[in-house]
T-cell receptor, first 115, second 114 residues
Framework: AQTVTQSQPEMSVQEAETVTLSCTYD???????LFWYKQPPSRQMILVIR??????QNATENRFSVNFQKAAKSFSLKISDSQLGDAAMYFC????????????FGQGTILTVHP | DAGVTQSPTHLIKTRGQQVTLRCSPISGHKSVSWYQQVLGQGPQFIFQ???????GRGNFPDRFSARQFPNYSSELNVNALLLGDSALYLCASSFLGSGANVLTFGAGSRLTVL
């Protein structure tokens, strides 16, 4: 069984500043993957970043990076140099290596970016 | 290249009716997953199909069914609609069926049950 918890229903940040979104998870899988997805008002879920749990190195994608703490089962997302287009709902999710396309999502964090 | 396409984008049904939602995966993708997203919540897994076979099923009643066609497109059917079935239904595709593969999502079908 897998669970994902996002404890921040809403976050806000000033344009050009940095914000961190929190996520904790629990899984019975030994091989698993972690994801952050972004869902703007257009509804389409867009992958932001992906982390393989067997890798110790934190994933980065341009202005987006994660802090993956495997022992603590924590997977936070840092957005640097925030832009107005970053405003969206952000979902943390996990999938087992053999879970056949089943993602378990958290409840989401609404990010507001102020100009 | 076309992304994951879903139809219809919006629809309104009444309680007790049946609905069919359609999904076309990205060309070359063999796996399709369906998710239900109730307003203000994260998506919940309903089904996954890979190579036309059901590979996973979430905690949804038997009123929910799906299938995948030889061209890898998929349909989600919901019978005997309830008010609680009102949600955004998301389809996602990936090349393979394992959790290692990144899912690409469509824009969803918004179902309102009156």
């Amino acid at each position: 069984a897998q669970t994902v918890t996002q404890s921040q229903p809403e976050m806000s940040v000033q344009e050009a500043e940095t914000v961190t979104l929190s996520c904790t998870y629990d899984t019975s899988e030994s091989d698993y993957y972690l994801f952050w997805y972004k869902q703007p008002p257009s509804r389409q879920m867009i992958l932001v970043i992906r982390q393989e749990a067997y890798k110790q190195q934190n994933a980065t994608e341009n202005r987006f990076s994660v802090n993956f703490q495997k022992a603590a089962k924590s997977f936070s997302l840092k957005i640097s140099d925030s832009q107005l287009g970053d405003a969206a709902m952000y979902f943390c999710a996990t999938a087992g290596g053999t879970s056949y396309g089943k993602l378990t999502f958290g409840q989401g964090t609404i990010l507001t970016v102020h100009p | 290249d076309a992304g994951v396409t879903q139809s219809p984008t919006h629809l309104i049904k009444t309680r007790g009716q049946q609905v069919t939602l359609r999904c076309s995966p990205i060309s070359g993708h063999k796996s399709v997953s369906w998710y239900q997203q109730v307003l203000g919540q994260g998506p919940q897994f309903i089904f996954q199909y890979y190579e036309k076979e059901e590979r996973g099923r979430g905690n949804f009643p038997d009123r929910f069914s799906a299938r995948q066609f030889p061209n890898y497109s998929s349909e989600l059917n919901v019978n005997a609609l309830l008010l609680g079935d009102s949600a955004l239904y998301l389809c996602a595709s990936s090349f393979l069926g394992s959790g290692a593969n990144v899912l690409t999502f469509g824009a969803g079908s918004r179902l309102t049950v009156l």
